[in-house]
Nanobody, 124 residues
Framework: QVQLVESGGGLVQAGGSLRLACAASGRTFSRYAMGWFRQAPGKEREFVAAITWSGVSTLYADSVKGRFTISRDSAKNTLSLQMNKLKPEDTAVYHC?????????????????WGQGTQVTVSS
């Protein structure tokens, strides 16, 4: 099991940037694939980005491709999401999640451990 705590959310103007962080506890963090998901008010939770256990491969939703970058530092047990060129439609609570398969996937059911989330608000 992995415990996850997100940070770095906030209020930013459209076109701005934010960097989210996810601190993980647990000795097996390096074996897990990690993902970011988001949930806007009144909408279902959706996939944003994922990274394999090795950090070699990444996967992005079409809506964020070219603007967001996911990365991990397994030595520090941290996951990051660099978000550039933010849009009002990026406003949501962002959650990090861990998948024991080690494979980057957009499938929510593959992730067994979730953080509480951090709020990102993009003003127009």
């Amino acid at each position: 099991q992995v415990q996850l705590v997100e940070s770095g959310g906030g209020l930013v103007q459209a076109g701005g940037s934010l960097r989210l962080a996810c601190a993980a506890s647990g000795r097996t963090f390096s074996r897990y694939a990690m993902g970011w998901f988001r949930q806007a008010p009144g909408k279902e939770r959706e996939f944003v980005a994922a990274i394999t256990w090795s950090g070699v491969s990444t996967l992005y939703a079409d809506s964020v491709k070219g603007r967001f970058t996911i990365s991990r530092d397994s030595a520090k047990n941290t996951l990051s999401l660099q978000m550039n060129k933010l849009k009002p439609e990026d406003t949501a609570v962002y959650h990090c999640a861990a998948a024991s398969s080690g494979l980057a996937t957009a499938t929510m059911e593959a992730y067994s451990d979730w953080g509480q989330g951090t709020q990102v608000t993009v003003s127009s």
